[in-house]
Nanobody, 125 residues
């Protein structure tokens, strides 16, 4: 069973930056795509960003395009999310996720093969 561990969340002022990281316990076909899904209390989970193993296929949600960069270190089984110019609307629990395709990140109801425990991001105005 693949396990994902996130870190890097915290509290920042609007306009600040955070860098999230997530490490998978192993590499497998089910971790070909790794990325981030966030949940705001009272709202459904939505895909944020995802990247493939080679790092040449990425997807960003419209809300974070231009402010976030997803990257990956395949040798370390680690994916990162650099978030800049953070807004209060970015406040959410950010979950690391992995799957064999990137479809979970663009679907209405994300159901990736693997979930992390989540790391909280809080942005104050």
């Amino acid at each position: 069973q693949v396990q994902l561990m996130e870190s890097g969340g915290g509290s920042v002022q609007a306009g600040g930056s955070l860098r999230l990281s997530c490490t998978a316990s192993e590499y497998a076909a089910s971790t070909n795509f790794m990325g981030w899904i966030r949940e705001i209390p009272g709202h459904e989970r939505v895909g944020v960003a995802v990247i493939n193993t080679a790092g040449d296929d990425t997807y960003y949600a419209h809300a974070v395009r231009g402010r976030s960069t997803v990257s990956r270190d395949h040798a370390k089984n680690t994916v990162y999310l650099q978030m800049d110019s953070l807004k209060p609307d970015d406040t959410a629990m950010y979950f690391c996720a992995a799957d064999s395709t990137d479809f979970p990140w663009v679907s209405v109801h994300p159901h990736p093969g693997h979930w992390g425990q989540g790391t909280q991001v809080t942005v104050s105005s």
